[in-house]
């Protein structure tokens, strides 16, 4: 029987099609021997690419190699909505979680970001359709507008605000749908092809002379500086991990796994929720969407919980995403996060509602990414023991375009053993909070999904909610949003 196609989320396989154009279908490099680095990082993602780069950019003669299970880019790195937005929304929060002067150096990184992450594109001639048009955080209802006065004087404060008020009018020009009441708009953000920006990333890695395995699982792994050890390999190299085909012996390990860092760190179960974004991008329509104008590439994000967003791509597409459609039980990053999405019908109702005129218009492609949701929307750092040589970084929340820059610079600052901004501050003293545990977590997560759905429901139709729908929708930290 003929074994049917890998299902790849379709900014992913872009990339792909265009890299095998120019590779010449050489095979991707497999790790078949036993091998020893300085550093092994886990995970060809977003924050493994940028953590190696920034490691050889520090300290060239540094070993560095990375073993990735499938194809660098293939997880939640090439596969969300490709907005690269700032935390200057999550001001609040972080002020509350880390106090005032580390959430001003938060917001400065996550904007300066924005600006790295360009010119390094440029740079090393990335084409990953990186344009600097903007984000427009819209209240598509009454009840959403006003929700960023509080964070706005506060930035304001600081001279931290890069947002502007817009007419009504302005704002439905530039989103292309008269559903958005108010909206303000920020040109510290930008849009980019996600698949294009990791397998570019790896491209770069490799140059700086990063050693990278892809179709290379990590079996298991164990910290022998946690345990006495008379093998002079095993001593220097602390970090012994089991692929398939070798063995890796390193002296530190960087865990960069996302959603799947449950897999084989189960002591974080209750630290994170595996929640779906779920996208859908039509065929070009590039005459249609000029008419409506929004023909550049601006993010368009509205202020509910599970929040809408969409922009459009340089060929003319236009693509509409949605956060918190479906919980995972027991954290699990299960099949359907890789296949076209369940909710199809949810996201074609949004789309209907947002662009009447494309009522017509079917979806090219609909797909599914796994977002590592932290109790506070903000991602965090550390050691898995505090006297070992394991490191981890992850948590995102949806929010991980840009700020994965940051977790490479946190990351490779901390392994190299520096004593800097990036190596201490608020997100380096690991995850804050978490969640009950099964069943109880999944039970309460479904029956504040729901509530907030009524919620959010009774609120686009003008009418009250119930109260008790009110109250339970309170659970849903707002700094923790499933944004794009």
């Known amino acids: 029987m003929k074994k049917q196609p890998e299902f790849q ?35 060809g993602g977003y924050t493994g690419l940028w953590t190696a780069i920034q490691l050889k950019q520090q300290q060239p003669s ?46 400065k990184a ?3 970001a924005v600006d790295e992450i360009e010119t390094f ?35 304001d404060k600081h001279e931290l605000n890069s947002w502007q008020a817009w007419e009504t009018q302005k704002v439905q020009r530039h989103a292309g749908s008269a559903l958005h009441l108010s909206g ?54 602390k970090v012994v991990i089991n692929t398939p085909q070798g063995t890796v012996y390193a002296t530190k390990s960087v865990m960069a796994l996302n959603a799947w860092m449950l897999e084989q760190f189960p002591q974080f179960k209750n630290k994170i929720v595996v929640v779906s974004s779920d996208m859908a991008i039509t065929k070009p329509i590039p005459e249609k969407l000029a008419k ?3 023909a550049d590439g ?9 929040v809408h967003y969409y922009r459009t791509t340089p060929d003319g597409r236009l693509m509409l995403g949605k956060g918190g459609n479906y919980f995972s039980y027991a954290n699990a990053v299960r099949p359907l996060f890789n296949q076209p999405t369940r909710y199809g019908k949810i996201l074609r109702e949004s789309f209907d509602k947002l662009f009447p005129a494309l009522v017509d218009e079917e979806f090219a492609v609909t797909w599914t990414g796994p977002s590592d949701r932290s109790a506070t929307g903000l991602p965090f750092f550390g050691k898995v023991e505090e006297s070992g040589n394991i490191y981890y970084g992850f948590g995102y929340s949806g929010s991980g375009v840009g700020q994965t ?62 109260w008790f729908d009110k109250q339970l929708a309170k659970f849903a930290n707002a700094a923790g949003k499933a944004d794009k």
């Open 121 to 155: 594109c440029l740079q090393h001639n990335i084409d990953a359709e990186l344009r600097r048009d903007g984000t427009l955080f819209t209240a598509t209802n009454t009840a959403q507008s006003g929700g960023l006065e509080a964070t706005l004087a506060a930035l």
């Open 184 to 237: 303000h708009f920020s040109p510290v953000a930008a849009s980019v092809q996600p698949g294009k920006l990791a397998r570019g990333l790896k491209r770069v890695a490799e140059e700086l002379g990063v050693r990278i395995y892809e179709n290379t699982p990590m079996l298991a792994i164990n910290d022998n500086s946690l345990k006495s050890v008379n093998s002079t390999k095993e001593n220097k190299h």
């Open 405 to 466: 820059w940051i977790g490479g610079k946190i990351l490779s600052s901390m392994l190299l053993g520096n004593h800097d901004k990036w190596s201490h501050n608020g997100l380096t003293t690991g995850p804050k909070g978490g969640f009950p545990p099964e069943p109880i977590r999944w039970g309460g997560t479904m029956l504040v999904r729901n509530a907030i759905r009524r919620k959010e429901r009774c609120e686009d139709n003008e009418t009250q909610p119930f």
């Open 298 to 306: 601006k993010t368009i994000l509205d202020s509910r919980t599970f």
């Open 110 to 112: 996550s904007e300066q």
């Open 292 to 294: 409506m104008g929004i």
């Open 62 to 107: 540094l070993d560095v190699m990375i073993i990735e299970k499938s194809l660098c880019g293939s997880g939640a790195s090439g596969r969300n909505g490709g907005c690269m937005l700032t935390w200057s929304t999550k001001y609040l929060s972080m002020k509350r979680l880390y106090g005032e002067a580390q959430a001003v150096e938060l917001v």
């Open 9 to 43: 989320p379709f900014w992913f396989q872009q990339a792909m099609d265009l890299e095998v154009n120019y590779r010449n279908n050489v095979p991707p490099q497999t790790l078949n021997e036993d091998t020893v680095a300085d550093v092994c990082i886990v995970g």
